[in-house]
């Protein structure tokens, strides 16, 4: 069955580690997605892209990076400048010719110690 | 400012009482709308969605929604809640045809309790 596929399901960092954070889809959608849910706050964007190698920052950008350099993948990259990292990420697709429809993965906790 | 929102926190009900999460948005003319549902520590699954047409769409899991443009709101119902139907429920537009962008807005979530 197509879906999204996150890992790992629970990180841990120390304070001053970069993590990436997965996210791989195999159901030929163009646009991905990462958001950041906190308790209370909803979804947040951090970073969207349309296309392939083409990426924007979201309403959260700051302390994060991604790639797009394949469709099926959209890794994040929670760096050391983020603040206050420990969150639940969720990565999203859709297919930009379809139903505007976002289909989301399983989401991943990041805990930092 | 486009925005969406969610004016109860916390929802609680009886199993087998029915339920109506509300959703109000603003935006200049109508966006695409949408109900999603997230159990804990999972992704979100949407439940409804509404483009145009028929302003009541029915959903899975018995959902249903009703469109009125005149309130801008797009409140979420189910006659009789199951035990199972305990979740957060969030509701989304999708501005791109105001805006042309493909930045999902989201509600900040009603967290729904049923009581056995």
């Known amino acids: 069955d197509g879906g999204i596929t996150q890992s790992p399901k629970y990180l841990f960092r120390k304070e001053g580690q970069n993590v990436t954070l997965s996210c791989e889809q195999n159901l030929n959608h163009d646009a991905m997605y990462w958001y950041r849910q906190d308790p209370g706050q909803g979804l947040r964007l951090i970073y969207y892209s349309q296309i392939v190698n083409d990426f924007q920052k979201g309403d959260i950008a700051e302390g994060y990076s991604v790639s797009r350099e394949k469709k099926e993948s959209f890794p994040l990259t929670v760096t050391s400048a983020q603040k206050n990292p420990t969150a639940f990420y969720l990565c999203?697709?859709?297919?930009?010719?379809?139903?505007?429809?976002?289909?989301f993965g399983a989401g991943s906790r990041l805990t930092v110690l | 400012a486009q925005s969406v929102t969610q004016p109860d926190i916390h929802i609680t009900v009886s199993e087998g009482a029915s339920l109506e999460l509300r959703c109000n948005y603003s935006?200049?003319?109508?966006?695409?709308l949408f109900w999603y549902v997230q159990s804990p520590g999972q992704g979100l699954q949407l439940l409804l969605k509404?483009?145009?047409?028929?302003?009541l769409v029915q959903g899975i899991k018995g959902f249903e929604a009703e469109f009125k443009r005149s309130q801008s709101s797009f409140n979420l119902r189910k006659p009789s809640v199951h035990w199972s139907d305990a979740a957060e429920y969030f509701c989304a537009v999708d501005p791109v045809l105001t805006s042309g962008t493909y930045k999902y807005i989201f509600g900040t979530g009603t967290r729904l309790k049923v009581l056995a």
């Open positions: 999203a697709s859709r297919d930009r010719s379809g139903a505007n429809v976002l289909t």
């Open positions: 935006y200049g003319a109508t966006p695409y």
């Open positions: 509404y483009f145009s047409g028929d302003t």
